[in-house]
């Protein structure tokens, strides 16, 4: 398949996804292998039928945003913001405000709420949640997931926030009302502000260095003074003062005063 650049180019107009700022190789195979399997032999008849049809396009999103996702993934990387990193935010506060970014099918943020309840009566409890694909998120706006997606949940959120329906399980009202979600591109929106703990897990590897290192600037300037971003497990950040921050816990790194 030729033209990529066009494709590109053309997408980016009709969607807003900036295609250039993607790991080429990477991200061109995954289109090309998208496309053939659509029918399509030509990245020029492939944008024709993302312009025409609706179905195409969302397909065509939903894979780039690359939606997997898990309740507490990492189980130990959970119990240190648990453990350590929440405790360190809320010092002295009676709030704490937390942006999940890239948050897919609302996994994370039901998450996060969850772990909160520790510290927290639920009615103080707001998640901010965007993610690219506003498909995704309809999905996290229902709240049905799978028994092998809830794996890793505590027992006891399971009892108290879950109820078994059909083949999943759908997660309660209460939980699902502390997650605010926006459709949110971090190449070109702006970012919310003043936040304690960003969280941006197993996206980031998708980027060219020159664009994670945009994402990375306006993620400080995104937090509060000594507020931290979560990154994935694949994320870690090569000399993070780079961008003002300090390692805190291995995948937790610190805003810089």
């Not at 505590?154 to 059909?166: A, L, S, T």
């Not at 070109?188 to 969280?199: G, H």
Request: aromatic letters at 14%; glycine letters at 2%.
């Amino acid at each position: 398949m030729e033209r990529y650049p066009d494709f590109m180019k053309n997408v980016y107009k009709l969607t807003s996804i900036d295609l250039s700022s993607y790991k080429e190789k990477q991200m061109k195979r995954r289109i090309e292998s998208l496309a053939k399997r659509s029918g399509f032999d030509t990245f020029e008849k492939y944008f024709h039928a993302l312009e025409n049809d609706k179905s195409t396009l969302n397909k065509f999103i939903n894979y780039m945003t690359i939606n997997v996702s898990e309740f507490y993934r990492n189980p130990k990387q959970w119990e240190i913001l648990k453990r350590d990193v929440i405790p360190l935010l809320i010092d002295k506060k009676r709030s704490i405000k937390i942006w999940s970014s890239a948050c897919s099918m609302g996994e994370e943020p039901y998450s996060l709420v969850m772990m909160l309840t520790n510290f927290f009566s639920l009615e103080k409890i707001t998640i901010i949640a965007t993610d690219l694909d506003q498909e995704a998120m309809n999905k996290a706006k229902i709240g049905m997931y799978s028994a092998k997606s809830i794996a890793n949940i505590p027992d006891e959120f399971v009892e108290k926030y879950f109820k078994p329906k059909g083949d999943g399980y759908l997660i309660s009202e209460s939980i699902k009302q502390r997650v605010t979600f926006k459709q949110h591109n971090l190449l070109k929106d702006n970012y919310p502000n003043q936040c304690d703990l960003i969280v941006c897990r197993n996206v980031l590897i998708y980027f060219t260095e020159e664009a994670k290192s945009e994402i990375f600037n306006k993620f400080n300037d995104a937090l509060i003074d000594k507020g931290i971003l979560f990154v994935g497990s694949t994320e870690q950040i090569v000399l993070p003062q780079r961008f003002k921050f300090s390692s805190y816990k291995t995948f937790f790194y610190q805003k810089n005063i």
